[in-house]
């Protein structure tokens, strides 16, 4: 029995609840502390208990130490369960008496990361920064996007973080555009991340091909936002002052910052620390800056790396050079 | 305005809903008619109309012909609603009085495919016999298993349907294993799925490696199997029926069939119908067969293909040719 699965244990107790259901695939992951690759729903009674399907048994007992059921019914789940999570879909709803919403205690004990976990992200993080390392930035987008993928994939990245990222020209105004079948020109923006075991990575660049003054003045404005925010990184600083650090920094700017400053990352791409809430940085978070302008039918520049926060100050994650114009 | 969205309108005057909330991706990129690739929610008052968050307008504004709004909270998107979707998280439900369940509907919608879906759902098929075509059965299960997901994403699948299964060996028997770096040899198991603009496909190939009889022995009964649920489908026949024909035909080997025959694929690759209900099939729906056979701790064999359903048969959408032993 790890760590986690202890310390959910006692909460319980604390809380009185006997019975708890955990359907949400990266909470699943986070006590079994490895990616289980189909369907399962975890139930906290005494002990905690994997239920999956009939067809994934000899696949689960393999995986976990936590024992193995198999999965009958949402009645059989369900019956006498107190402790739910917050995503619980309604449907759910009929099986239930009372409940008692468990999950924000699961968020806040995976806000702060343990060793295993940082061990995984770092992973995370050097298998992206290899995926992009060698591109050739004069290709097409999907192109580039499929390399990038397929080095992801072979260095052992279960699948993209999220739908990666690669676009350029005035497409790189639009923060989420895809890629298309287009050929690379004038500016490039690279967003991509890895699924290691579960624990995502998260890095964006900016590549400017056409050596445009008005690209290189904003790329410069961006690049220093991000070593604004650096120089403030450190455990007991929140995000809303960050935030405000960049934000007046851009100055005229600031309207074209039209996203958050950056946001926790760990078996989710984006969770808690959320900056749009308001945290305190803590020792073992895990979080992006990523400063970027946006102009309409123009361009776009955003930088992001990956970030442990340290008592006195972080440890990038991710390390692949950032380009200098 | 698109005949889903029309068909969806009409629903609601009837059940004198004033107005839906739409989170589930999948139905919000049925009605948008495309793939939607950031944070969204639809809703449907006398019209529908699209809420992004700030950064993703302009991409959202070129997407779609439905009204873009800009997100600012959960309280405006719920003020009000009536009909929401049974996947639906808990933690919504503070911003709810009364609710009707209108995903339902969907899904009842979304279960007969028209042509534009059908057009997609080709396409995601002929992306996926594409990326496995050409692979070396010989290579390593990650190698092999990134290099098919590097083939769909250059022909335009926006990422896998699942995750690829690429297995071998023992790991045959395990029908979710996922791949690692180990030598294929023996036996090879793939299964693999497209998305294009949404779409899903899946298919899945056996390759026997080592000639062993027993393999092939049972290679060509699932094969069989496949032929027979063939010989049965067409519009009028129900997913229970066709289940037990193959079941029945198994004979002794029937305990070692350890999941469905089959499952309805379109926005998601596991959708109505599903065969552990009982569906009485109906033209342009679209399904797979799959029968598979697993024996712990030896070897395991699938094959499966995507069906359209015609009136007086089938037409097959997955083309990859079958090995024959």
Partial sequence: MNRKIKKFLEY?????????VILKKENINYFLEDYFPSFCVLVF????????GKLDKDLAENYSNIEVKEF???KEIFKDAEGVEESLPIRFLEHLNNYKIISKKIEELRLIKDKDEIKKIKKSANIVDKAIKDI???DNEINVCAKIEYNLKINNSLKPAFDTIVISDKKTSLPHALPENRTIKNILLIDAGANYRGYCSDITRTY???NDKEKIKIYNIVYEAKLLAEDNLREGVSTKDLERIV????GKYEKYFIHS????????VHEKPFFRE????????VITIEPGLYFKNKFGVRIEDLYLIKKNGFKRLTSLPIPEY
């Fill in 261 to 268: 400053l950056g946001h926790g990352v760990g078996l989710e």
């Fill in 208 to 210: 400017i091909l056409d």
């Fill in 12 to 20: 319980m107790e604390t809380e009185n609840i006997k019975k708890s």
């Fill in 278 to 285: 308001d945290y305190i940085l803590k020792e073992n978070m």
């Fill in 136 to 138: 050739d930035t004069y």
């Fill in 247 to 250: 934000r007046n920094f851009f």
């Fill in 45 to 52: 009674e005494d002990k905690p208990y994997l239920y999956v």
């Fill in 72 to 74: 009958k019914s949402w």
